[in-house]
């Protein structure tokens, strides 16, 4: 692997005019320095973009999906690399820092073997009507730090595919596994068709109101969403958000407790809790409440918390300072209104960890379960009528995914299609995969990613209409 220094301008791994030093959050400790971007090189790598897009777009589909399997190949090659980093400046336990890198490879693979026929709508002696894909131009790649690595590669394969060329901007506290992935395009993709800058949270606004960028894909909250929206607003860019959520589940009396109680820990648990797929509020009929809370509890208390890079490690630190404050806030609110049954507080001794933590009897107005905890803290509340639930499921101004757990599928799938959200799991949460669209209903999103659904946003709709000439 080359200099993990340097950002992608144009082909060049270059020095940026300043340094922005990386912390682990198993130690809160910084632990490397890397480049960082200014105006100027965030001008450049959209310049760089911008010259390079149209030879991009002619060279075609096939090379470049030949072009998006070797980058796929090259995160196969470097897997354990860049797990290795994931693991010291995201903090995820390395069994999950390599199933990301699995993830990433898996997405572009399939994503590269995608396409957008042409379409023919109307071919008679009158007209031949085609619909075709054209390509847009410089893409903005923006990236939240949870999954770095899966979210950068879930945005570059298809933006490449279909002949646009990205500039990529991580999240400042999760830079490096960025930056690898610079170095190692660097030998794959034509110069300026992948550009990698890196920032203190202050180019994102550039990027989204750059008159050359053409499209805006971006994955972080949704208070930043927003912000992207307005910024784009002027030129109307295209824009696809994949914000924040505050996932909802529903057990259905009938379920079984100890057989669904691991799999919506791990749902809720998964990164720390820092999905935004991840399950966050948990509502469990009267009938099964104190045996579900008892369940989750025991799991919680039974989790090894600790540093990723240790064996046995289940749970790793929250990723950053602002996070783990947030956390401290959220704790404090459920120790005020319900009953703590494990967890409770962060734990000493350096780094940013927290106990994973199961609260009771909470009322729905309080913080832990209005807002996003992205954090491994999870309210556990008791409804008695199913109408009930799923009126306090929907009552979230959020609508990324949300599930229901029953012993029947039907009945189940009958309460699922209720939810007001974009994914509606029966019997598991948390599943995706680069066929499956994801989208964000009401303020959790935009557009949408993944499938050929997704494939689309990257893509410019144009209509080839021909009048046939009326001979004779
Ligand atoms: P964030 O909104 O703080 O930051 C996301 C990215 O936006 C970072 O790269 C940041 O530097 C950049 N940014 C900051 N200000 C900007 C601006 N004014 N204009 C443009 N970009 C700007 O989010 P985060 O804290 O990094 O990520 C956590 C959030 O992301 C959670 O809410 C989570 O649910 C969400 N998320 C959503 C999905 C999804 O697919 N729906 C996936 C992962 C994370």
């Known amino acids: 692997m080359k200099d993990i220094a340097g950002l992608l301008i144009g082909g060049k791994l270059v020095r940026g005019s300043a340094e922005l030093e990386v912390v682990n959050p198993a130690t809160g400790e ?3 320095t890397v480049s960082r971007a200014t105006e100027h090189e965030a001008n450049a790598a959209v310049a760089a973009a911008k010259a390079a897009q149209p030879a991009w777009a002619a060279l075609g589909l096939e090379a470049r999906r030949a072009l998006l399997l070797r980058f796929a190949d090259g995160l ?3 897997a354990e690399d860049l797990a290795a980093t994931l693991v010291l400046e995201q903090g995820k336990p390395l069994a999950e820092a390599r199933q990301e890198l699995a993830f990433a490879q898996a997405f572009v693979r399939h994503i590269a073997g995608l396409s957008l ?5 109307q071919d008679d002696a009158t007209h031949r009507i085609e619909v075709h894909h054209r390509p847009l131009g410089v893409v903005a790649a923006i990236a939240a730090w ?3 690595v899966l979210i950068a590669a879930y945005k570059i394969a298809p933006a490449l595919l279909m002949g646009n060329t990205v500039v990529l901007k991580p999240a400042p506290t999760t830079p490096v596994a960025s930056l690898q992935l610079g170095a190692m395009a660097a030998d794959i993709f034509p110069p300026g068709v992948l550009n990698v800058i890196t920032d203190r949270n202050d180019l994102g606004s550039l990027l989204t109101s750059h008159p050359d960028v053409a499209k805006v894909s971006f994955t972080g909250s949704t208070a930043t969403g927003k912000k992207v929206m307005e910024s784009a607003g002027p030129r109307l860019k295209r824009i696809t958000l994949e914000l924040g959520g505050n996932d909802g589940a529903i057990v259905l009396d009938d379920a079984d407790v100890a057989e669904v109680a691991p799999r919506i820990f791990g749902s809720a648990f998964y990164n720390c809790g820092q999905v935004c797929l991840a399950l966050k509020r948990l509502y469990v009929h009267a009938s099964q409440y104190d045996r579900m809370c008892e369940a989750l509890a025991e799991l919680a208390s ?9 064996a046995g490690v289940t749970i790793g630190p929250l990723q950053n300072a602002m996070q783990f404050d947030k956390a401290g806030r959220f704790l404090a609110a459920a120790r005020r209104d319900g009953r703590i049954l494990a967890g409770g507080a962060p734990l000493k001794g350096g780094g940013y960890f927290v106990a994973p933590t199961i609260v009771r009897d909470l009322p729905d107005h309080n913080a ?4 996003e905890q992205f954090a491994p803290i999870l309210p556990v509340l008791k409804y008695e009528q199913i109408d009930e639930a799923v009126a306090r499921v929907n009552a979230s101004p959020y609508g990324l995914g949300g599930s229901v757990w029953s012993a029947s599928e039907d009945r189940a799938s009958e309460v699922a299609r209720r939810l007001d959200v974009g994914t509606a799991w029966v019997n598991h949460h948390l599943h995706f ?5 994801l989208v964000g209903a009401k303020e959790s999103g935009i557009g949408v990613e993944f499938g050929t659904e997704g494939l689309a946003e990257f893509a410019q709709l144009s209509v080839l209409n021909i009048a046939h000439r009326q001979v004779g």
Do not use: K, R, W, Y
């Open 302 to 310: 039974q989790a090894v918390v600790g540093n990723g890079a240790d």
């Open 433 to 437: 995969g680069p066929h499956i669209p």
């Open 30 to 32: 910084v632990f490397t």
């Open 368 to 371: 832990l379960v209005a807002e």
């Open 76 to 78: 196969e090659a470097n």
């Open 117 to 121: 026929p042409v379409s023919v709508v």
């Open 146 to 148: 949870n999954f770095p």
